[in-house]
């Protein structure tokens, strides 16, 4: 009898696969997001467009992608003891990560505006960070923490002269030896005990001088951090009360003498997302740290590192969010539903045209903050400007992100939730910059504290929209608004969030008015200032340009 069975491999064919996009890949994240290329030129970072091209293809590449996303998927773990019972302490990563740190430290984002002071030099930077976001955000953890550090460190002479030459360097050298061995050096920070993380000074761990003290002196710690990322690089700049009040302590992982530092990790916290980043709670006892600046001064010191983490803070939120915003309309203009594209589809096209918008608006936002990082030391109205919008900024690019990566992860339909692709790592992460480094209410609080110790912080603020004004009645309108609203004092703790949300929404609008093409600009204001639109992303007004809006943000 003839076999009727189909031969054993037949059963797999069963279809063919169609409608499904390519992976987005091997493309340049600089070149292809026409928001950040304009950012990075108006606030005086055209001069690096070539080194960020480079980098932003680098990123780009199947490679990198491939790393970021294995990164995440094998998660540092502790190593406590090796196998003779003998301490360690030690954090073991897989190679992917190694291979990400590799990239973002040598391309100096650690460092480089400190390494190679010129113009423009923190939003350059601030421009290729908005780009690693969107591949490997654990490994900014590291890179925003060293690069926060340096202010602070060059407040001690013996300190700096050790330490800025391996921070300065662009050579990632993992080994967990002394410092005067290594190729380059990291540092983090521990401010956070289990009593309270907004509220320092309820810190409990305690510093007691092992000489004279006071500072550049040693001193010797006891006590505990609850939070303390990083615990494998090479020292942490730590809070700790000393006889004299809180303050900040410098803190290596290894001794003069060439011993270990008494830093003993708990566990690793089991984060929701931030996989490929190892955070530790730690205890010391005994440790030795110098002190850094002048005891009972340690909250000056160590949120002088907090401005600069909190920039980045807005930056990797700007970045995170344009990565989610790439994916979903790179999805989109390849999807088919319906017989036809679903860019094609008019709603679509609202909700990735609205989702573009809040894109780039963050992108501008942050950078402009770079600038202000850039020129502060030379221009008292930047100055003031960084002073009041640091805050202002972290605040609300961050807490805006969220709600667009959910919308841009629905565009995707169901692979949108699945965990193999790009969006579930920005999904898991985006929540953590509106978290650390000061969360929500916190910033809010900061703002108005601004305000009051420096009422003229105001008018640096005044001055970035007074060149928008007559060019968009809505706006125009929202400028005005602004001013009763900083004129009506009472009630102002409660209405922190509010009259931020507003500086900050009338500040994207201007910039992009001054900055962007109509189109972006004239549905930014209409929905966001003008009040025509809904409650979800998707609603911006009727006659809007949404295909020219989701064309120029497309990655392509
Ligand atoms: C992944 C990750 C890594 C971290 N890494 C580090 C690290 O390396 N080093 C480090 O020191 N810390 C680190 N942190 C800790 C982080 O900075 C703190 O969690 C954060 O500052 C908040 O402190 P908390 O958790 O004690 O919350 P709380 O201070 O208890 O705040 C809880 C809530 O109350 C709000 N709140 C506080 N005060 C007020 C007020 N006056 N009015 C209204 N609302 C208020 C806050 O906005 C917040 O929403 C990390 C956190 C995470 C999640």
């Not at 700790?240 to 009040?245: D, E, T, W």
């Not at 009041?388 to 961050?398: G, H, N, Q, R, S």
Request: aromatic share 8%; hydrophobic share 40%.
């Amino acid at each position: 009898m003839t076999a009727l069975l189909p031969p054993a491999n037949a059963a797999f064919d069963t279809h063919e696969v169609l409608n499904q996009p390519p992976a987005l890949e091997d493309y340049n994240l600089f070149g292809t997001d026409r928001g950040l290329v304009n950012a990075a030129e108006v606030n005086g970072a055209g001069w690096a467009k070539d080194q960020l091209a480079a980098y932003g293809a680098k990123l780009g590449s199947a490679w990198a992608i491939e790393q970021g996303r294995l990164a995440h998927r094998f998660p540092p773990q502790l190593k406590l003891f090796d196998r003779f019972g003998h301490r360690r302490d030690e954090v073991e990563f897989h190679p992917a990560w190694h291979n990400i740190m590799g990239l973002i430290i040598g391309e100096g984002l650690h460092s480089a505006p400190w390494a190679d002071p010129k113009p423009g030099a923190h939003v350059a930077r601030a421009a290729a960070y908005v780009m690693h976001a969107q591949i490997e955000p654990g490994s900014q953890c590291p890179t925003t923490m060293t690069y926060g550090s340096v202010p602070a460190l060059k407040r001690d002479a013996a300190i700096a002269a050790e330490w800025l030459p391996k921070i300065y360097s662009r050579s990632y050298d993992p080994a967990m030896k002394p410092v005067a061995q290594k190729s380059g050096a990291l540092i983090g920070m521990g401010m956070t005990e289990k009593q309270g993380g907004s509220d320092v000074r309820a810190n409990t761990t305690r510093a007691l001088p092992a000489g004279a003290g006071g500072p550049g002196q040693e001193y010797v710690i006891t006590g505990h951090k609850w939070f303390f990322s990083c615990p494998q690089i090479d020292a942490h700049l730590v809070l700790a009360q000393a006889p004299g009040g809180l303050s900040c302590f410098f803190m290596p992982h290894w001794l003069p003498d060439g011993t270990p530092n008494a830093i003993r990790i708990q566990r690793l916290k089991d984060k929701v997302g931030n996989k490929s980043n190892a955070s530790s709670e730690v205890e010391f006892e005994n440790a030795h740290g110098w002190l850094l600046g002048e005891e009972g001064r340690g909250v000056p010191t160590i949120i002088e590192m907090g401005t600069y983490t909190r920039l980045d803070c807005a930056l990797g939120s700007a970045g995170l969010l344009r990565g989610a915003v790439a994916q979903a309309l790179h999805h989109v203009y390849h999807r088919r539903a319906f017989q036809r594209h679903l860019i094609d589809q008019p709603l679509m096209t609202n909700v990735v045209a609205d989702l573009a918008l809040e894109s780039e608006a963050a992108t501008l936002l942050a950078l402009r903050l770079a600038r202000a990082f850039d020129r502060a030391e030379a221009s008292e109205q930047d100055a003031a400007f960084r002073r009041l919008c640091t805050p202002a900024v972290k605040y609300w690019v961050c807490k805006r992100a969220p709600n667009a990566v959910v919308e841009a992860m629905e565009v995707h339909g169901g692979n949108g939730y699945v965990d193999e692709g790009p969006l579930g790592l920005l999904y898991k992460e985006i929540p953590l910059n509106s978290i650390w480094e000061g969360s929500g209410n916190v910033m809010c609080l900061d703002v108005l504290r601004a305000l009051q110790k420096h009422p003229d912080s105001i008018e640096a603020y005044f001055a970035e929209l007074i060149p928008a004004r007559g060019n968009d009645k809505a706006l125009d309108a929202a400028i005005n608004d602004l001013k009763a609203e900083f004129a009506d004092t009472a009630e102002m703790e409660h209405r922190a969030r509010h009259v931020v949300e507003k500086m900050m929404v009338t500040l994207q609008g201007a910039l992009l008015v001054r900055h962007s093409i109509p189109a972006v600009a004239d549905a930014f204001c209409a929905s966001r200032l003008g009040g025509d639109w809904g409650r979800a992303f998707g609603t911006l007004p009727k006659g809007t340009d949404t295909r020219a809006i989701a064309d120029r943000a497309r990655p392509v």
